[in-house]
């Protein structure tokens, strides 16, 4: 369920999102929300809270590397509502430590039992917990991430396919890196890099959540102020990969590959900062029958200590 110059404002892995997550699990791979997102990068010794919301509407059945007829699909709509409240602290300019937790709201519109009907459900995800290690250069601008999702999020409603519950019943491993650099003399211009592999190390309830690779390549401006507010314009690519999942459900109408674009904005107002995004898939190819989402949109706000 993450998340431009080289200080106050980087752009890159904040963390996480993930983004969903995005520290969930759902059809489309929601650790695609890990990536990309630019508020919450460390500058320095001390705390930051954020609140971030994530929206995904899969409603078009997608086969290999084009639509497919919907009648192929016993699945017709899957809508979430990403919420996640997550904090982090540096304790010095080389270590510090994130905690996120999430809750979703899904919407899931199926024809399994040859009537089509809607579930909805509200409930907590999978925590994260993760060290950011952030030694290697003076200003901080390299980090090496690595943490644990837990199985802390509904696994069971009865209603959601295994690929569909909140939470994937499993205890997952997390590592990932980031680099960011200056393009331009002035600072004006700046470009990050980051990646988040996802690998499950527990499962239960017979279900094996497919591994997930995440990266994202991006560009930023520092833009424009306004008033006390530093607003700044970004672009990235976004890559990602997510294996078949195991076990019960559908595992052959599992997995995918995709390549998203991801403009957004960023405002920076001293201690509080906004940041949104809009990430659209341009290529994709999946396995089986699968729903996608157009598109996906993130908003962040975050407040440093």
């Known amino acids: 369920m993450l998340r431009v110059s080289l200080k106050p ?3 890159a892995l904040a963390f996480t999102a993930a983004l969903p997550s995005a520290a969930f699990a759902c059809a489309c791979g929601c650790a695609i929300f890990d990536v990309g997102t630019s508020s919450l990068l460390p500058s ?8 971030e919301y994530d929206f995904l509407n899969q409603t078009t059945n997608w086969s290999g590397g084009h639509s497919a007829p919907g009648a192929n699909n ?10 996640v409240a997550g904090g982090q602290y540096m304790f010095n300019n080389d270590w510090g430590l994130m905690v996120e937790v999430p809750l979703t709201h899904r919407g899931f519109l199926t024809a399994d039992s040859g009537t089509p009907e809607e ?13 950011n290690y952030t030694g290697l250069s003076n200003d901080m601008s390299t980090g090496i991430i690595a ?13 959601f396919d295994s690929d569909v519950e909140i939470g994937s019943g499993s205890t997952d491993l997390l590592l990932g890196a980031y680099h960011t650099g200056q393009i331009s003399t002035d600072g004006n211009w700046n470009y990050y890099a980051q990646i988040m592999w996802q690998h499950e190390i527990a499962t239960q309830h017979d279900y094996t959540p497919g591994s997930e690779l995440n990266g994202a390549l991006g560009v930023s401006w520092a833009g ?14 976004i890559a990602s990969y997510r294996g078949r999942d195991g076990g019960i459900g559908d595992p052959d109408s599992t997995g995918y590959a995709r390549l998203l674009v991801s403009p957004g904005i960023k ?12 990430e659209h ?9 699968q729903l996608i989402g157009p598109v996906a949109a993130k908003f962040v706000t975050s407040f440093k200590l």
């Open 224 to 237: 424009w102020t306004v008033g006390n507010a530093q607003i700044s314009p970004l672009f990235q690519i």
């Open 281 to 289: 898939p341009v290529l994709q190819s999946v396995n089986g029958n």
């Open 44 to 51: 320095g010794p001390g705390g930051q809270f954020f609140i």
């Open 74 to 83: 016993d699945d017709k709509k899957i809508r979430s509502d990403f919420f």
């Open 119 to 131: 579930f909805d459900h509200t409930a907590f995800g999978d925590i994260r917990v993760m060290a």
């Open 9 to 11: 404002a980087l752009a």
């Open 147 to 159: 943490g644990l999702k837990l199985p802390t999020g509904d696994s069971t409603y009865a209603n």
């Open 267 to 278: 405002a920076d107002f001293g201690t509080w900062s906004l940041y949104a995004d809009i």
